[in-house]
């Protein structure tokens, strides 16, 4: 059979469809005709148009956490380029597998400062696992293929692939030969952990009194969530989360003592801090974790679990290492212990959980919700949580509702809770959840957002209405920047520098319904519920429920800086 | 601590840029890097001079091997090696000074590779010691130019860094 001819833009889509690519979130440019009309003149391929590039990297990377494939954006050169690099870097911090194909100016033109040209390779260059300039259109589909295996194995990332306009051009055809196989002599990411250090670890755990597992978003990227399940289940031992990790471990579940680190619970944080065995699983003991590395978990052996060598001892030293996916060391790890003939330490696990149960006591999570009148933002969420059943895919912008909607609303399964953890990207959360419909139709999907972040996408509107996109997005409005309101009232004598715009927020009601979609606003906590179940009845509209809080909430525990893990303010005035 | 690293790389375009933002991202130091291709010549083989302590040391290597494109590297302050550098000297070399450079340059082994009427440019290779030797043995008015290449280096007896 003679093989079939393409042009390079044909190619392009052609691979991503053959490689089983149902989307493309993009917006067209010069440099990125001929791929758009390749994209028109087929129907595989879904082509999603968003109203800014930086949407449709975050949007891609939406669906990407939602739905566990590769999520693929497509940007014209230069500005549009540019344009995605917050959302590169997004995904660069989370690990998130995310392809970016952006337009390049034609290979000849390329270093004489051509309209639209950027380095975008160079640009991109800190921020991605590996970029790919091509440089002839036959490569198209080999480097198409190699940027989806790199960006999906091993520790996931984002891969670039820079296409200079003049090899997808529609009258040069070239045959359309694909890899068999993607592999690399430079890149073979290990899977399989070291059975000899699972040994050693589990050895250790023998002889833990008090044992907790520190689980992150490596458990999700890995899909070993249910290996983690069995595994902390069938031990009984304590479970914490990071932010990136929440759902890797059911939110409801007894064993489950909450988010850690700089926002953790109280529980959580001295569970850390008073451990002497930490099984930590796909984690990178982040600053926003450990507090001061100095005086992190003085009495903990430390195992640690990552698919990344080069994230283990890099901030705090591992004593027992074990380089694998998180999935197989964990089946493995469990199924060494259950062929051990010994168990761990069941009186000193029943001492371990009594201390527990009094700082769980502690109730580190309450607040004061008056029964009329001003409105809490943890109970918004908690509302939240009520109304969609624990259920929705809630995807969130960055500040104070992001670490209420982490601590309030309790997650019960993997790739429910969307959020931009390394990077802190406000703006993510629109995108991400538009993203997320598209990886899970069925789901409910809500943004929780501020009225600070929500405004760095809010263009995203237009693209929720010309494809449906029934987001229901919880503003909660304070009228600040509450983040760094909280931090000026902590750290700066109260002088709000920059953190308020009071007198120029927009009507948002009426801005969302010129979009064509619903406002509801709600400023009596009477209300709130109400609102909110009529908010997620409208199952084929976009909601935007903008909801007045209270300005002068602060998020707590909060880590004291400088100090131990379990160092932290737990409401205004208290200390731990 | 001063440490060797050698690093075959895939011999394509951009690759070398990811290694040097590698260092300058991360803040690790490069006293000095040689880089060209191998006898296979889809690799290219960098030498890197870095210092830092273990943990530093640790990070780098790790970090270098993460980039996509490094296909192996080995630590040569691990073990025996040898290593060079070739500097290039321009020196005044008139009068009795001429004899004198002459002398020098023997000593250290060099050899003069350019005459000029009052200038000798001397050829030396040795380890980075060695060449800072010479530059404080000749008089250090006389030194005009110099261009050093940076180490280049290789493991002693049957340890070999190939594919």
């Keep these: 059979m003679a093989i079939e001819e393409l042009s390079g833009a044909e190619m392009v889509i052609r691979t991503l469809s053959d490689e089983g690519i149902k989307y493309v979130f993009g917006y067209p440019g010069g440099a990125v005709l001929h791929i758009y009309d390749a994209l028109f003149r087929q129907t595989e391929v879904e082509h999603i148009l968003v109203r800014h590039e930086q949407a449709a990297a975050h949007a891609a990377d939406g669906y990407a956490r939602v739905s566990g494939k590769p999520g693929v954006c497509l940007a014209t050169s230069g500005p549009g380029a540019t344009n995605t690099i917050t959302g590169i870097a997004t995904a660069y911090m989370d690990s998130i597998p995310l392809v970016v194909i952006t337009g390049q100016v034609p290979l000849n033109m390329i270093g004489e400062d051509a309209f639209q040209e950027t380095d975008m390779i160079g640009v991109s260059r800190p921020i991605v696992k590996h970029s790919f300039l091509v440089r002839h259109a036959r490569d198209i589909p080999s480097t198409i293929q190699k940027a989806l295996y790199i960006a999906t194995t091993g520790r996931p990332g984002p891969v670039v692939i820079d296409i200079p306009k003049d090899i997808t051009a529609p009258n040069e055809k070239f045959p359309y030969e694909r890899l068999k196989k993607v592999k690399l002599r430079s890149y073979n990411p290990l899977t399989k952990g070291h059975s000899g250090q699972i040994k050693k670890a589990l050895q250790a755990l023998l002889l833990a009194k008090k044992p907790i597992i520190y689980a992150g978003g490596g458990v999700i990227q890995g899909n070993a969530s249910q290996e983690l399940k069995d595994f902390a289940i069938e031990l009984g031992v304590p479970v914490t989360n990071t932010l990136m990790g929440l759902g890797a471990f059911p939110g409801e579940h007894e064993q489950f003592v909450g988010m850690l680190g700089m926002h953790g619970t109280y529980e959580a944080n001295l569970a850390m801090h008073n451990a002497d065995y930490i099984l930590a699983v796909g984690v990178r003991f982040d600053d926003r974790v450990t507090n001061n590395v100095k005086r992190f978990c003085p009495d903990a052996l430390i195992v640690h679990i990552d698919i990344d060598p080069a994230s283990i001892s890099k901030t705090v030293q591992s004593h027992i290492p074990i380089v694998g996916s998180s999935a197989w060391v964990l089946r493995e790890f469990k199924r060494m212990y259950t062929a051990s003939d010994q168990q761990l330490d069941a009186g000193a696990l029943k001492q371990w959980w009594a201390q527990i149960n009094g700082w769980r006591a502690r109730d580190c999570l309450a607040y004061n919700q008056p029964k009329t009148g001003v409105i809490k933002p943890q109970h918004v969420i908690q509302t939240l949580y009520k109304v969609t059943n624990g259920d929705a895919i809630v995807t969130s912008d960055v500040g104070q509702h992001q670490m209420f909607a982490a601590l309030y609303y309790k997650y019960c399964r993997p790739r429910q809770w969307i959020n931009s953890g390394g990077l802190g990207t406000m703006g993510f959360g629109l995108p991400a959840a538009m993203g997320a419909i598209y990886a899970d139709p069925s789901a409910s999907v809500a943004c929780v957002t501020g009225e600070g972040s929500i405004q760095m996408n809010i263009q995203e509107l237009s693209t929720c209405s010309q494809y449906s996109l029934p987001v229901k997005i919880i503003n909660l409005n304070n009228e600040y920047l509450g983040m760094v309101k909280q931090w000026q009232d902590m750290n700066y004598g109260g002088r709000y520098a920059s953190s308020t715009y009071q007198d120029s927020l927009p009507d948002f009601v009426k801005l969302v319904e010129a979009y064509g979609h619903v406002g509801i606003r709600v400023t009596r906590v009477e209300d709130l519920e109400d609102a909110m179940k009529e908010c997620f009845a409208l199952k084929d509209r976009l909601v935007f429920m903008d909801i007045k809080v209270d300005k002068d909430e602060h998020v707590y525990p909060m880590h004291i800086k400088d100090g131990a893990m379990r160092d932290m303010w737990l409401t205004k005035t208290e200390r731990s | ?163």
């Design chain 2, 1 to 163: 601590m001063r440490r060797i690293i050698s690093v075959l790389i895939e011999n394509e375009a951009g690759a070398l840029s990811r290694v040097i933002g590698l260092f300058s991202q991360r803040s690790y130091n490069i006293e000095s890097l040689t880089v060209a291709p191998t006898e296979d010549k889809t690799l290219s083989r960098l030498t890197i001079t870095t210092s830092g302590d273990d943990k530093v040391l640790e990070q780098i290597t790790k970090q270098l091997n993460k980039l996509i494109e490094v296909v192996k590297l080995v630590d040569l302050t691990d073990g025996p090696h040898v290593e060079r550098e070739l500097m290039l000297v321009k020196i005044k070399a008139s009068g009795s000074a001429r004899d004198e450079v002459k002398r020098t340059a023997d000593i250290f082994r060099g050899q003069i590779v350019d005459v000029g009427v009052d200038l000798y440019t001397v050829q030396l290779a040795g380890t980075s010691d060695k060449l800072d030797a010479f530059l404080v043995a000749v008089d250090q008015g006389s030194v005009v130019e110099v261009v050093r290449s940076g180490i280049s280096g290789i493991a002693r007896g049957d340890r070999i860094l190939t594919v």
